[in-house]
């Protein structure tokens, strides 16, 4: 039983993680190297429990039980007492490493050490530790106290009993769990890929606009939001790196290369929201432009990066990446899709999805469109997912 849980960072994903933990009645340790930071993190807790008292979704004594349960500190030793420790500090290899190995030093042999990575291996953080079989991923989704999911990821090295502990601890936390083989991007940042990926090349090509093409999986997928304005809700930059970071990590796997609209976008600062103009203009008073109507054409750019979703979800089953019950709820709960992929590929028919992409392959001849083999052998033995 998990009671006693340290976070190491207090930033976005850390301050949101401990107040999942703290709001499921662990008693949490929040630590920061930097005092401004906890300062944050605690006055963006007292707002956001304040908001929940106003809006009755918690009454006042559970504000004060949550934000009692939460202790911020300043050094690393003060997490000695910790069952369980969720790393959430820069995204840097090395600099994880160390603060596992010191860390180390302070807590039980019992102490499940985690980390919120997104794109770093578990293997080669777990490496860092004298018992690398206490290391596993526990990886959030920003905001973690609203998104449901979470992906579990055991390395190599993770003992099977850290991994179920861990499981239970999530799932008690109120959270739905997908486990994850250490792989690059888990389940949700691989298979997502072909959303921003397809969309962009569509763009590139001359197919339809950004809004033709957000309206598309809006009205026609019903998505909540188009390719282009995701991007732009999570910048440029961001979305970016991380598609780039997948794209170096798979061997530069043509099925996941980074378009260089998005990288001129970025370079030339249009990041987005967060700097008023990305694909779209946020500036108060901008025009917003109007998406074609043509539901031939609608049809068209929904289906291409439908498909495109599910033969990345299709393979990352065929991999053993998750079960195909986690890559659904991960793809539902992650990113908020309206169906799972492959419940969807169901819908369509295997046999649709493979003629889809074998006659992307035929027309492009490119390396980014080839069927997966579990469609094809499903095709043929007309299997379906569920
Ligand atoms: P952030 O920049 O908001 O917070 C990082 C915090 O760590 C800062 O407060 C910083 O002062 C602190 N820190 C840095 N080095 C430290 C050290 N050696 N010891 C203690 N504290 C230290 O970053 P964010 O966005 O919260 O990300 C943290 C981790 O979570 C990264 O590994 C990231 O890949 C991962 N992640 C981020 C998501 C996101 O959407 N932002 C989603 C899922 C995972």
Known sequence: MIKNVGIIGGGTMGSGIAQVAATAGCMVTLFDVHQGALDTAKATLEKITNRLVEKRRITPQEKEAIQNNIRYVNTL???ANSDLTIEAIV?????K???FQELESYVSDTCIIASNTSSLSI???ASSLKN???CIGIHFFNPAPLMKLVEVIPAVQTSDQVLATSQITIENWKKVVAVAKDTPGFIVNRVARPFYGEALKMYEEGLADFATIDHALKSVGGFKMGPFELMDFIGNDVNYTVTHTV???FYNDPRYKPSFTQKRFAEAGYLGRKSGKGFYDYAPGAIKPVPED???LLNTILDRILVMLINEAADALFLNIASAKDIDAAMTKGVNYPKGLLAWADEKSIDWCVDALDRLYDEYHEDR???????RRMNAKNQTFF
């Open 77 to 79: 030793k003060q997490l």
């Open 91 to 95: 995204e840097n290899l090395e600099v």
């Open 97 to 99: 490493k160390k603060v």
């Open 123 to 125: 293997a080669s953080i």
């Open 132 to 134: 690398p079989e206490r």
């Open 247 to 249: 794209f170096e990590a």
């Open 294 to 296: 043509n539901p031939t």
């Open 369 to 375: 469109y080839r069927c997966s083999p579990l469609l």
